[in-house]
């Protein structure tokens, strides 16, 4: 007998401590019933605190990965992490074009511990080469302010975004909605003891595995923040520094 299930593919930068990154995508992914296909598009050093160097996958090894596997899977939604630098993003739009699947873009620009991963002029390109195939950008507050707002990333092309309030201040998380020709929608959450590592990868991961298995947009948002919340209030701490989601219960 056969069986389906759901397919996301990730591409994603490889964290070693496994609280964000490739890791965060195939945990989410398993925890909400979708298989992940992983393409790593960096290596990192780093610990449970910040990050010290990011290495690039070389683009053109994106390319043949993305190929074969566009030749064989089915695939019913992409989520999009770390990337390793403006060089990658022709190839990946290309994919993005062929397979006309959902898509959450997780712009990571710079890590909780304060690190920069991205070059400067790698926000304007995400916009331009990006925005337009995707469909649910999941910047948090200051990745929103650094692409130029919600309204400049709707105006890139982007259909909905999500900016998330888990790095501004406040008793409550504030998650807001944005879509073209639609009131922003505000999200409550009460905030947990953090700052957690791998919670930003772990909602896009969600929402992206959420479209996968068919959910509209709304539905799929109300439902990956939740399950977020509820891996957040599980979060443990497996080094010294911040502690990560806990997708399993
Ligand atoms: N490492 C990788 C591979 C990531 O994808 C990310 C964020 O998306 C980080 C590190 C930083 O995660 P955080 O900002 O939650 O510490």
Request: charged residues 20%; aromatic residues 2%; glycine residues 12%.
């Amino acid at each position: 007998m056969t069986h389906s299930r759901p397919t996301l593919l990730c591409l994603s930068g490889h964290d070693p401590g496994g609280g964000a990154g490739v890791q965060a995508d195939i945990e989410t992914a398993v925890a909400l019933g979708v298989h992940a296909l992983t393409v790593v598009t960096a290596l990192t050093v780093q610990d449970s605190s910040d990050v010290r160097e990011v290495e690039p996958v070389p683009a053109d090894l994106i390319a043949r990965q993305l190929d074969v596997m566009l030749a064989d899977f089915r695939i019913d939604a992409v989520k999009l992490g770390l990337l390793g630098g403006a060089g990658q993003l022709a190839v990946i739009r290309a994919a993005l074009d062929r397979l006309r699947v959902p898509v959450v873009l997780d712009p990571v620009l710079r890590a909780g511990g304060g690190s920069d991963l991205v070059a400067a002029d790698f926000p304007a390109a995400l916009l331009r080469e990006l925005a337009p195939a995707v469909t649910v950008m999941t910047p948090n507050a200051a990745e929103a302010r650094r692409l130029g707002g919600a309204e400049a990333v709707l105006a890139a092309g982007a259909e909905h975004v999500l900016v998330t309030g888990g790095d501004e201040p406040g008793e409550r998380v504030v998650n807001v909605h944005h879509r073209r020709g639609a009131p922003p929608q505000r999200h409550e959450w009460p905030r947990l003891p953090g700052p957690f590592h791998g919670a930003g990868c772990t909602l896009a991961s969600a929402v992206a595995a959420k479209l996968a298995r068919g959910l509209a947009v709304e539905a799929a948002l109300t439902e990956a923040q939740a399950w977020t919340h509820a891996s957040l209030a599980r979060g443990f701490a497996p080094g010294r520094g911040r502690p990560i989601p806990g997708r399993f219960a």
